[in-house]
């Protein structure tokens, strides 16, 4: 460092470390990152607190991965490498944010000792390929698949859902989730659309007393005056000012020379405004919903007219109605032909805890439906709805590819016999690199049973000898009664999709911070 900087070479306020220094720091770094999310794997992992030191102070509470990791901020170039990983996998299969970190960073760890041991990055990284090739095969050679069979699809299903929430917040009532989860992923029709998935958090009552509903819900007030109930509806998506009856003192200067002539452009807007609403009206409409605000005047006409008029509905919200109910949203009302409207069968008020929503039944798009999250604050609905979207993801993975495999650290045990048994096979110091990945592969079930306070030297021990003796063992970690179980009479299944994710993932990601041996951190430009 200090060579390159007397020298003059890199300019002031850059620093630069090389070999051994460099990837130490990486190093470093990773495990951190990897040690910090450790503790929330598993049915029995722990929640972390993020505190936002901004004004608001916002606090959230979590389990996931990938949020914990999205929420803080790292300066370690090597942390962020595993930040992104973890986001990856979020947006890729939804599940196995922390397992996938916590894979990468024990492969580093590895990493690290084989490099103190004179093993070239290099090497290890060849070594590390191989392995992962073969424990990809493995992997694949586990995987069952009950597409054909909608009973036992199902089940599977349900049991996915049941292990993805079981280290989540939702595991006390994770049978009434896994059936919320499975219903609404089912009613998908194997679209994959999770957008026709909309989730409303209300708090009050209990997380047991969250419901699926097979309409379209919105967050809104019906107007005043209006018709609170409308049968076979056709629905008008818009996105349109319709506060311009009124002049705004701001914005626009107008020079008159009396007050009457003010009156006179005020009813000039009124009158542009009633041949706006006409022409909406003219649509052959019963209900009109629109993104921005609806003042008194085209209140009152819509009123006349019985139409249902809905002001305000969120961006998001419209564009999952227009989804929904299968129309479009327009801007210009002169020509009615051109437009596509929406249609559904009921839309009528309900009650959920104290508040008033309005509820769309019979849409046009059969597979959409509502999920009510009921709890008793905030910090829980946030949390739940995370981990009931992280199982919608995964369900909608094992949709489109219905491989399935047992969970509970079973796959990652196979995975490293075989791999230990092609370390032994192999000549020259790839081996050593080999024997590295599979104790990297044993370290997510040891992980799992420390997190639940369990001996994981004994439990790990137990499970190898059990898959030594029978090669279509399928014992896993059963943390409940901290041992060994079966796990497919404890009915712990996990996707296919999401442990293979977590297999490519963490090997490319230490594969690349393997590669670093030089880290050159320089301030920008001053701007003179």
Sequence with gaps: MAMSQQSGILSQGATEERGENARMASFVGAVAVADLV??????????????????????????????????????????????????VQDDEVGDGTTSVVVFAGELLREAELLVNQKVHPMTIIAGYREACDCARAVLESGAFNHQADAEQFRTDLLNIAKTTLSSKILTVDKEHFANLAVDAIMRLKGSGNLEAIHIIKKTGGTLHESFLDQGFILDKKIGVGQPKRIENARILVANTPMDTDKIKIYGARVRVDSMAKVAEIEAAEKDKMRTKVRSIIDHGINCFVNRQLIYNLPEEMFADAGVMAIEHADFDGIERLALVLGGEIVSTFDNPSEVKLGSCKLIEEIMIGEDRLIHFSGVALGEACTIVLRGASSHILEEAERSLHDALCVLKETVADARVVYGGGWPEIRMAKAVEELASRTPGKKALAMEAFARALRALP???????????????????????????????????????????????????????????????????????????????????
């Design 38 to 87: 450790k503790s929330t794997l598993g049915p029995k992992g722990m929640d972390k607190i993020l505190q936002s030191m901004s004004r608001g102070q916002e606090v959230t509470i979590t389990n996931d991965g990938a949020t914990i990791l999205k929420s803080i901020y790292v300066d370690n170039p090597a942390a962020k490498v595993l930040v992104d990983i973890s986001k």
């Design 446 to 528: 040891a992980t799992i049973c420390d997190n639940a306070g369990l001996d994981s030297a004994e439990i790990v021990a137990n499970l190898k000898a059990a898959h030594g003796a029978d090669s279509s063992s399928r014992m896993g970690v059963d943390v409940v009664r901290g041992e060994a179980g079966d796990m497919k009479e404890l009915g712990i299944y996990e996707s296919f999709r999401v442990r293979q994710q977590v297999l490519l993932s963490g090997t490319e990601a230490s594969e690349i911070i393997l590669r670093v041996d030089d880290l050159i951190k320089c301030a920008p430009r001053q701007r003179g």
